[in-house]
């Protein structure tokens, strides 16, 4: 059992930054893959970024590559987001999410995610 909690959101003007954060329960935090999603207003929700067990490896959707860096602290059962020149279109409910089971490696996609956190808000003003 994993107990996802976001906090770090808020209303941010275009061309600001937001760190989010994600603390984990579990004892097998290390072992999962971690993934921030995405949802907009009228919108699916839509992968972010994710990160391998170690944190070695780092996968980003197009539209936010260069501008976020994902990362974490196994140490503190921690993932965090650094959102840097935000956009309007950046808007919307920000997971945390993890998959099933420890050693799963999941898709970029929102069905191969089990575990989620309640979602935290971030609004970009133009």
């Known amino acids: 059992q994993v107990q996802l909690v976001e906090s770090g959101g808020g209303l941010v003007q275009a061309g600001g930054s937001l760190r989010l954060s994600c603390a984990a329960s579990?004892?097998?935090?290390?072992?999962?893959?971690m993934a921030w999603f995405r949802q907009a207003p009228g919108k699916e929700r839509e992968f972010v970024s994710s990160?391998?067990?170690?944190?070695?490896?780092?996968y980003y959707a197009g539209s936010v590559k260069g501008r976020f860096t994902i990362s974490r602290d196994n140490a503190k059962n921690a993932v965090y987001l650094q959102m840097n020149s935000l956009k309007p279109e950046d808007t919307g409910v920000y997971y945390c999410?993890?998959?099933?089971?420890?050693?799963?490696?999941?898709?970029?996609?929102?069905?191969?995610?089990?575990?989620w956190g309640q979602g935290t808000q971030v609004t970009v003003s133009s």
């Open positions: 579990g004892r097998t935090f290390s072992s999962y893959f």
């Open positions: 990160i391998s067990r170690s944190g070695g490896s780092t």
């Open positions: 999410a993890a998959p099933r089971a420890p050693g799963l490696v999941p898709a970029q996609y929102s069905g191969d995610y089990y575990y």
